[in-house]
């Protein structure tokens, strides 16, 4: 909904001599207002830009700055060339496909658990699901570093008093041999356990999802109950298409969130993605290479091809937007 | 809800008034313990973390321990006669049994206790010797007797007591002293440095100074998007926006640059003056705040002459207040997680880490230790001020997330 702001009653009465006077203080007003966040956005975010584009064209090395040549495109070729660039991709596309569809759909999933009508302690509920949002993501990922452990942790114990339970039924009885995975020291776990942590980041998704089911009109359902819809078709015909403008921004939050993954793993497995480059994200061979290196030139290159990945996924997404999401009448 | 009568002509059989209310209530209960279910697996990581923090640094990693704080039970005897004792053998040629009249003692001595299948917990005087048939001798201080068992207490489990301790506090506070691997070790950084207590001061001033700032900074910029009509406001509202979107890769590398050149790395400036800008989030909620309130004061106040300054800060401010919390609080927090920017610009200088980084250095230098429960106490001094300020305020930070995240 945006804000309509035509109702400025200084129109109505004024002269129109007067009206350009008000234009004008409220131009020059306006400006000094904004100022800080101007000259913050040139000096942190506009320059830096424009440096950093120039910088991935070069050799800028932080230890020798005077030595800086022009290379042209030898930074992007480097990319493309270098293995652990190419394995830092792979991992981060692992990544990505393992954890978006889980954690929106595991957001979706809860927001439509605390908004049953029928669940009591709502609030409870909504507050427990989302306090992990706010505990610092160092404590959270050392957390669940232990919780996870696979000789100590309570997963471990969790996992296989389960499966211990469901041995003793017929036909799974193959279940009690089940030994928990050791997740961070399991070439093939530590990326899945990356994703299970990130599940503790949910809450702004599902706030954002119960804000957007509670603005779905109730005449809606009635309407469609009165037709005979039950609820799964209530929930596909009706709630999908009203929260698909929420799923949108969403799952584009989540994916430009995916391309920034840096501190947790940083945390969990150091900043060579441990185990066996297992975990090494695009963003900490980022920071290999402009910091454990320092070869700042190269570093920019690979933060500008980010860039340019998160801007093209997101200029489709809202190309595409206008088929599969449904904005409701004149809203927008 | 209006939907009961529409109900009615779908279903066929119309239910009694008591089924119908049992029928509710089942379903009530089952979607709550489900829901009840869910979060306490979900919340179980920090249940964890709690019972860890306040557990035993030995029992912790003890297999077969019990998963609440706890240590081993032990047994001390005083009573002499309770705790003397013959031992024996059997005598391999007449295959009876034959007493070794000398007596043995362990009265003061700290008895390990065992779950004795059958008997409960006994305390172990005299252990199994497969080689001279020698039992098992137990004490059962509830009974005040002795009981002679055939078992190898090795495959009995021990037996535990509840215990709370606090140890592993001071082992993270005091953990300054104890750094013998890592980057650096305690000596190169000049002795103690100061563990917990500096990381706590660190980060108060960082996100502290930066809050006022970044409040400040958000409060004026959002006044000038929301009450001035200019060219190009609009345009640079989106532009606001999108340095949301914006990954803070691309502008990294050329800040550190700059910071780097005007000597400010190895110094807090860079985690606090940027903010100083007004941050794009902070905006957005502000000004989304401000439009809602009724611009009739403002319009009173400015044909009495007022400025658009004392405007600001005599009307918007005093209406603002929950926008206003909620932002120094979202900086304020924000400060104490950020990790990346106090990573790069502090390299080196533990003693001016905030808590985020001392928390990864402690756990990164600590971990060889093998002792999970300072670890897990680490966290806990990392994250208890910010959960419980959340709770305090949830509200206020709830609401704030839904502010900026659906009225785009």
Redesign the interface.
Known sequence: ?G?V?DT???TSSASPKRKLNM?QR??A??????S??????A???A???I??FA?SFTD?N?LS?THTHFVGLANYQWMLADDLTQQSIFITLKFAILSVPLTIFTALG?AL??N??????KRV????????V???????V??????L?G?????K??LESVAHALGQLPFLGFMSSFSSPNWFNDDSWALPGLVLIG??GI??MM??F???LQSVP?EL??AA??D?AGAWRQFRDVTLPMISP?FF?NL?LLI?GT??Y??QV??LA?PLGNPDHQTYVY?LN??NT??GSNE?GR??A???F??LI?LAV?VIMFRTSARWVFYAGADR | MTSIAMEVPVRAKPRSRLSRRLHKAWSRGSVTLVAAGLCALFILPLIYMFSAAFDDSSTIITPGAPLYPAIAKTYTCTDATLCSYHTGYIDVSTGKWVVDPAVQSSVGQELPVYQVPGHGDLALLADHDPSTGQPCIFIDSSANKQVAVLVSSVSLSQAWQFHITLDNFSTAAGWADKITSGYVTSSSLGGDFGGFARFFFNTFIIAGVGTIGATISAIIVAFGFARFRFPGRDVLFLVLIGTILLPFQVTLIPQFIIFNAIGWTGTWLPLIVPHYFANAYNVFLLRQYFLTLPRELDEAAMIDGASPLRILMFIIIPQSWPAIIAVLLFHFFFAWNDFLAPLIYLTGKPDLYPIAIGLNYFNTTFRVNNAPSAIQAGALLALILPVVIFFLAQRVFMRGVVISGVEK
């Open positions: 909904m804000f702001q400025d009653i200084r234009a409220d131009t007003w306006g400006f000094v207002f904004l800080p966040w101007l000259i913050g956005l000096l942190f975010t320059i830096p830009m440096v950093s910088l800028f932080i700055p809860i658990l605390v049953q009508k029928l669940l009591a302690g509920f909504r507050t427990l699901f989302f306090m992990p706010q505990i610092p993501l160092v404590a959270s050392i957390v669940w570093i232990d919780f452990n000789n100590t942790g309570w997963l114990f969790l599940l503790w809450g702004t706030l954002i119960l804000a957007g109730t359902y009635e109950r009165v005979g929420v921004y584009l430009i391309a920034q840096f501190t940083y945390v150091g963003n980022l920071y402009a910091w700042m570093g920019c690979l933060a500008w980010m860039f998160v997101s």
